[in-house]
């Protein structure tokens, strides 16, 4: 009965003995609650129901919130048997003691419930302070000014303490297991257990060299089709199956290696720093290979998070170029009508006109081989959309004057340059005079695989012998009424306040639906909305998982650190009871360090470098297609992260210098 009553007070002083592993496992935790129940808070809001394009940010933030909690629950496993291991020679020395494994369940059991609580209660607290102020920066990132109030719902208060509740018990029931399965005698030694060498070195070395090595491939090779979120998955299967075969038996192989080198091995410094990383390699590449993967995760999300916030009018613009697009039916409505119009809203909302373009131009749909476009062909990668316009009407557009006699004409691409002297157009043969650089409405990105072609003949006789060769090879039977139709476009591009530029639109478009003389229309700022929203939902869960992915990063290099410290406290005591001076010692811990935290980022580095062939191509398939910008992100982000870890790097090595050498002086 005593026991039974010594058990909550043993629980408590537990925690606050093993303070230096349990405080950063609380601080952790304490941030996996608040990160939750800021999603839970958002996504439960009523805020959430009047937000525009609301669609598109639930969605958004409903999978960001799955995503993160599986995220988080691997990590507080990995956390949670560090804790456990570095528990085992005390719960061993319990047993000794006279305590059963009920008591020492029931002594974990009340931690775990202590833990809860005040994570739950430190969570849950800073996340009703800062949940309001991450609500605005979602709404800013969105581009919605809205000034309300933000009201907590009960239900993200039951999301959250469920969800960690289950977690804590799964967690919970990994300690039994651990403690259970263990004599007293592997208890004691538990934390100081050696590690077995793997086996079958070379032939491990080689298969995860292999599939780094494909993976990486699936990774440069990849194309924006409807198969890049399966490559993307094979190839981050790839990677981390070839990183983490080439860390733990690559690294222990390669070690082997300096050992037969006697010249170097046989040396004080060395021989300390390589036979205790060999005999050790294989439980520490499990932490290796978590570093390394946690900061190409934390580099590749800064690196889009960044480049989609910098670039994020550039996208919008180049997807809605107008503030409105229409296509005109030239039987009920002129262009002289439409400039009308524009003229008396523009002096009734005060706004003005920057552009305001009616122009001619037909969209064919074709396929494209060498310089001759075809039929279009099912399923073709080389399908495009080509427009032919006239030159008068690309006078208008661009304000450059140009002549062209005969059958020459002027190309222009939106995606890579055309790169042809000659066309033939179903038949028509022609010659390029020249590629035209860039063209408003129709904005050039060289990775744009699906950018369409503009064909800009002499006069309007030329487009409609176009026109009626592609009418005849498609089989159109109203040859004149397949003429007439969709030709003529107009858009117009405004400056002033947003809410007059809304209204502005709405009338014009009310007008012209009601003289009939619409066929169809492109709200700009509508899309723009859109895009702003979809693209402010996958910024904030930027943040908020970069966030989370580098304190998960610090925190396995700083249990890394402090388990490999006790671990090694005695061995440099004993060296130094032969003779090895402090300064060894430090050095010893420096080269040691030095490679175990230079490993994981040297190979961040080049996952990154790697993966951005593919991350590039997903950015092409939502519209971002700026690469230089995202190239200088991507070396800016690197440098910082470089900077940081490095920083944490000096910060570890001091943790575990004053480790090793507690007994060393």
């Avoid at 009308?340 to 009734?348: A, I, R």
Wanted: one cysteine or more; a neutral charge.
């Amino acid at each position: 009965m005593k026991k039974w009553k010594l058990l909550p007070h043993m629980a408590a002083k537990g925690i606050v003995a093993n303070g230096i592993v349990y405080y950063p496992y609380i601080a952790a935790v304490i941030f996996a609650v608040f990160t939750h129940f800021v999603f839970s808070s958002i996504l439960q809001n009523d805020l959430m129901e009047i937000l525009p394009y609301k669609a598109y940010a639930w969605i958004i933030l409903e999978i960001g919130k799955r995503i993160l909690e599986w995220i988080l629950f691997f990590f507080l496993l990995y956390a949670n048997s560090f804790v456990i291991k570095r528990r085992k020679k005390e719960i061993g020395l319990y047993t000794l003691l006279g305590l059963e494994k009920k008591h020492i369940g029931m002594m974990l059991f009340l931690e775990s419930c202590i833990v809860y609580v005040i994570t739950m209660a430190g969570g849950i607290l800073l996340g009703v302070v800062l949940s309001k102020l991450l609500f605005l920066l979602l709404l800013r990132l969105s581009n919605v000014p809205l000034d309300v109030d933000f009201v907590f719902k009960m239900k993200a208060f039951t999301e959250t303490l469920i969800y960690f509740g289950i977690v804590f018990l799964l967690l919970f029931l990994s300690q039994l297991w651990e403690v259970g399965k263990a004599r007293p005698a592997e208890l004691m030694s538990g934390s100081r257990k050696g590690e077995k060498e793997p086996r079958l070195l070379v032939l491990w070395s080689v298969i995860g060299a292999a599939a780094l090595i494909f993976g990486y491939r699936a990774s440069i090779g990849a194309q924006a089709d409807s198969m890049i979120l399966i490559d993307f998955a094979l190839a981050i299967l790839l990677v981390v199956i070839g990183t983490y075969l080439l860390f733990t038996s690559g690294s222990v192989f390669f070690l082997k290696l300096l050992r037969r080198n006697k010249r170097l091995y046989y040396k004080a410094k060395n021989f300390i720093t390589i036979s205790g990383m060999y005999y050790r390699m294989k439980k520490s590449a499990a932490g290796l290979v978590n570093i390394c993967i946690f900061s190409t995760m934390v580099i590749i999300t800064l690196i889009c998070t960044v480049s989609a916030w910098l670039g994020l009018d550039g996208v919008t613009h180049y997807i809605c170029p107008y503030d409105l697009e229409l296509e005109l039916d030239e039987g009920k409505m002129t262009a002289e009508q439409f400039r009308m119009k524009l003229e008396e809203l523009t002096e009734k909302y005060g706004l003005t006109v920057r552009r305001a373009d009616v122009f001619d131009a037909i969209s064919l749909s074709c396929s494209r081989n060498g310089s001759s476009f075809e039929l279009r062909k099912e399923e073709d990668a080389a399908n495009r959309d080509v427009i032919i316009m006239t030159l008068a009407d690309y006078e208008e557009l661009s304000g450059e004057k140009e002549i062209l006699t005969g059958q020459e004409a002027l190309i222009y691409a939106e995606g890579a340059d055309y790169g042809e002297e000659t066309l033939t157009f179903m038949g028509i043969g022609g010659t390029v005079k020249r590629e035209v650089p860039e063209l408003f409405a129709y904005p050039k990105a060289e990775e744009n695989r699906k950018g369409r072609y503009i064909i800009i003949v002499r006069d309007d006789a030329t487009r409609d012998a176009y026109v009626r060769a592609w009418a005849e090879a498609n089989g159109v039977e109203d040859m004149e009424a397949f003429l007439r139709s969709g030709r003529c476009r107009a858009g117009i591009v405004l400056e002033g306040e947003d809410a007059a530029k809304t209204s502005y639109i709405e009338e014009l478009s009310e007008w012209g639906w009601m003289q009939d003389g619409i066929r169809n229309e492109k709200n700009g700022l509508e899309q723009r909305g859109e895009l702003c929203s979809m693209y402010g939902g996958l910024l904030f869960i930027g943040v908020i998982f970069g966030t989370d992915f580098f304190l998960c990063l610090l925190i396995i290099m700083y249990y890394k650190q402090i388990s490999e410290g006790y671990e090694d406290m005695q061995s440099y005591a004993i060296m130094q009871k032969v003779g090895m001076s402090g300064d060894e010692i430090r050095s010893t811990v420096h080269k040691q360090i030095l490679f175990v935290f230079g490993l994981p980022l040297a190979g961040a580095l080049v996952h990154t470098f790697a993966g951005m062939f593919m991350v590039k191509q997903l950015m092409v398939m939502i519209g971002f297609f700026d690469i230089g910008l995202m190239i200088e992100c991507a070396v800016g982000v690197s440098l910082v992260f470089m900077l940081i870890y490095v920083i944490s790097y000096w910060r570890t090595a001091r943790t575990y210098y004053r480790i090793v050498n507690r007994t060393a002086v």
